[in-house]
C-alpha cells in the first residue's frame, strides 16, 4: 500500500532542529498511542493530481502530494505551497477535504497551488512483518516555512503534537514516555545527526533513496531486525524483543 510522510524541521539558533511529531490515536489500527511524523495513504485523487501536473514519474508526484495534503489534515500546516496559505485558505481546504473533495478541487476551492520541490526525498520503507498492514513508505524533508501558523492537531487521527529535536524523541522514548515504532526510531536516529535542516538534505543527496525491506536474523543466538548499513543510519539493527512494529 503506498503511503507519504512529511518530516517537517524548523531551525534553532540554539540547537538541533525541531521536527513536528503528532501521536496516533490509540484506537487507530495501525501504531496506536505511537508518535510519528505527519502522513498517511497515497489516495487515487494524489495521482490524477500528479498526471494534471505532468509529472514524469507519477508515483513520485503522488507521494509528495499525499505528504502535503496529509500534513494539512493532521496538522493544519501548509508545507509544499508555493504561496504559504493564509488561516482563511487553510479552513478552506481541510473543509473540501473532510467533505470528500480531492486535494485537487480543495486546492481550486482555495485558489492554493503547490511546489513539489520544496519537499526532498529522504527515505523509502516497506516493512514486510506485518501480515495484515504492509505500507511502502516515502520519506520527505521539508523545511517549515517561516511564516507558517501554528500546526493544530486533528483530533481525530492524532491526539496531540509537538515540536521536539530527534534526540529529544528519542530520550523520551528510552524513559518510556512515550512510543515509537521500529522506522520512525530509526528516522529518528538519522535525523538526530544533523545540527540543521541544510545538513540533513545535504546528507539525503548524499545517499540516493533505496527502498528499505527489514529482515530478522540471528546474531550471537538472538534475533534482530536489521536494515541496511549504507543509507546514512547510524543504528542498523535492534534485538527482536524490543521492537515495536505497529
Not at 14 to 19: K, S
Not at 134 to 162: I, S
Not at 180 to 201: H, Q, S, W
Request: glycine share 8%.
Amino acid at each position: 500500500m503506498p503511503a507519504a510522510t512529511l518530516v517537517v524541521m524548523r531551525d534553532r539558533a540554539d540547537g538541533p532542529p525541531d521536527i513536528l511529531m503528532v501521536e496516533r490515536a490509540g484506537i487507530m489500527a495501525f501504531a496506536p498511542g505511537a508518535m510519528v511524523f505527519p502522513g498517511g495513504r497515497v489516495d487515487p485523487g494524489d495521482h490524477d493530481l500528479a498526471r494534471a501536473f505532468g509529472m514524469a514519474d507519477i508515483d513520485e508526484g503522488a507521494a509528495r502530494i499525499a505528504a502535503i495534503r496529509e500534513t494539512i489534515e493532521e496538522a493544519a500546516l501548509p508545507v509544499g505551497f508555493a504561496t504559504v496559505p493564509d488561516a482563511s485558505m487553510i479552513a478552506t481546504i481541510r473543509a473540501a477535504l473532510g467533505s470528500g473533495a480531492t486535494f485537487g478541487e480543495a486546492l481550486a476551492a482555495a485558489g492554493a497551488t503547490l511546489d513539489l520541490d520544496a519537499l526532498v526525498p529522504f527515505a523509502r520503507w516497506r516493512p514486510e512483518y506485518s501480515p495484515v498492514r504492509r505500507y511502502d513508505t516515502r520519506f520527505y524533508l521539508a523545511a517549515l516555512p517561516a511564516d507558517a501558523p501554528a500546526p493544530q492537531v486533528d483530533g481525530t487521527e492524532n491526539v496531540r503534537l509537538c515540536w521536539s529535536s530527534a534526540q529529544a524523541m528519542l530520550v523520551d522514548a528510552d524513559a518510556g514516555r512515550l512510543s515509537l515504532i521500529f522506522p520512525t526510531r530509526r528516522n529518528l536516529e538519522r535525523l538526530a545527526l544533523f545540527r540543521t535542516y541544510a545538513a540533513a538534505v545535504a546528507q539525503a543527496r548524499a545517499f540516493p533513496v533505496r527502498l528499505v525491506v527489514p529482515w530478522f536474523e540471528l546474531r550471537d543466538g538472538e534475533e534482530y531486525l536489521c536494515i541496511p548499513d549504507d543509507l546514512g543510519y547510524p543504528v542498523t539493527a535492534e534485538r527482536r524483543d524490543r521492537v515495536q512494529r505497529g
